[in-house]
């Protein structure tokens, strides 16, 4: 066989895979993962190393840099500003004159300034920013021997874009080449002050080992995939501002916001590694999942009061990168505890087929609980995402948006099957935001190609599962609730269009009993994930002769 046709591994963390899970627990037929086709394929951008890559004009440079810095750049520390800019200027009067390294590392910034400034892509041009892309991408091919800052900074830079075009395995390969470069480099260990007396020069040292490492961190929690570091090998100090004088301090921002960041990064390799890792763990899934919360609520109880999400605050008065912070904690919860929300799921089904004279046992409150915690936080990140998209924030190829509106969506679907008081307005939330994604593929956006291949696929589902009945009105759901139990509790109730933050979420009464209990035992859900095939999904699929057909 040849190795370009071996299967793929898709990790049962990615959103994806967890949408063909749902597909599969709907339906009484079989259905295949459907394969991920949607993103620039490297045999374009080879074909691009030939098309001349014209230099910007100089307003046209200043301003792709520009949005660069005012977009990306806010929420990574992956350049130095002042730096740059006086790169910027030098290489527009004197282009022969720049650094090649450097000069490959002003086209990463224009195609990230041109993704972020573009709202569709012209029927005859190409992909916004691709063609400087491609031009970096090629000036980087030979890695040197003895690593620069300024390699690292372009692998993160190319990481970034690769993203928006939906090439998720190669930016975490170039993420993870810049945790290894970082290593090489020592930038995993502190500088002694007497060998690095320049304080600027150290804490961007620092920061790029951190904004390497959450990205690596990130990255791998999209895939299911693990780090490329223990934490133990690390020895570097943490972001701070203390010492910084002078023009060049303005190069640094918040600190704490990339602390917050960085412990939210590692608690993804965490979630990772203790749900949806199978081997050498130590537990019963259950409790592992009671450990991720655990993690996850003292997360957000720590966070500086200047980086949390009230209920009575403006979303415009805070910043785009402390909503992502935010989303990012949603997903994490989300990934912790919709393995629960499945399983209660699947027996919300059962109950519907199971003759009333032999009931399907009820589930115990504290899975109902972690299930309704998931909800909870995917609508909190549907109401902040359609709140951005409201206000013109929402980044028209930028692939964080698009993720997190997608696998927001796929938790609203389930829960409009949950015989909740909240279906029909999840079920209504799950079609917003199914149009939005609509909206985002026609404009050209790669990540959304893909996932509203998935999104049509669930609708079709849902229709025939549904049939016509509207939500939560099955002839059946009166027996369903009374063996599953309302999935909303009396005690924390949802109001549509209120701001539940995820905080909140986590602080439901059954959900922090559970939290709080020393030694729980829920095995049979324990049983439940493992016998449902855990860790088993694979494109192509070679069980059956027609392997090399794709999806459903």
Sequence with gaps: MNTSEMPIHIGEAADAAFATRFRQALSDTPHRHIPRTQYVTGEELMALTDVDCQWPTAPRARFLVKVSLNTICQRFHAIRRSALLDGLEMAIRNPTCCDELFKCKLYAMFALGEVFSTRTVSAQGYFPGLLYFARASRMLRVIGERPRMDSIEILLLLSFYSLTVNRRHAAYYLASSAVRLGIVMGLHLSVPEHQLSDRGAREHRHRIWWTAYICDRMWASKLGQPASIQDDDIEVDLPSCEGLTGPGAKDFGDPDYIIASIRLARLATHIIASIYKRKGQHGPFSQRVQQALRNLRSWVEELPSHLQLDTDDSLQAKS??????????????????????????????????????????????????????????????????????????????????????????????????LNSKDAQSDGDHFETAAQFLGQLMQNGNFAAKEFCQHIDAMRRIMQE???????????????????????????????????????????????????????????????????????????PDLRGEDWMAGGP
């Design 320 to 417: 785009k990168p402390v909503i992502y912070l935010h989303l990012s904690f949603n997903q994490f919860v989300v990934l912790a505890t919709r393995p629960i929300l499945l399983h209660v799921f699947r027996t919300y089904r059962e109950s519907l087929r199971t003759p009333a004279n032999s009931p399907t046992p009820p589930i115990p409150e504290t899975a109902r609980a972690l299930a309704e915690a998931c909800i909870r936080c995917a609508r909190h990140s549907y109401r902040l995402l359609t709140e951005s998209w409201i206000d013109g924030a929402f980044a028209t190829f930028g692939y964080f948006d698009t993720q997190y509106l997608f696998s927001a969506a796929t938790i609203l679907a389930i829960s409009s099957f």
């Design 465 to 539: 599962a549904r049939g016509t009945e509207p939500y939560g009105a099955d002839p059946s759901a009166a027996q369903a609730s009374a063996a599953v139990g309302a999935v909303q509790g009396e005690e924390f109730q949802y109001t549509p269009g209120s701001m539940v933050t995820a905080g909140m979420a986590l602080a439901e009464p059954s959900l922090q009993e559970f939290l709080s209990q020393p030694d729980i035992d829920l095995r049979f859900i324990d049983t439940s994930i493992y016998d449902g095939g855990l860790q088993s999904l694979y494109w």
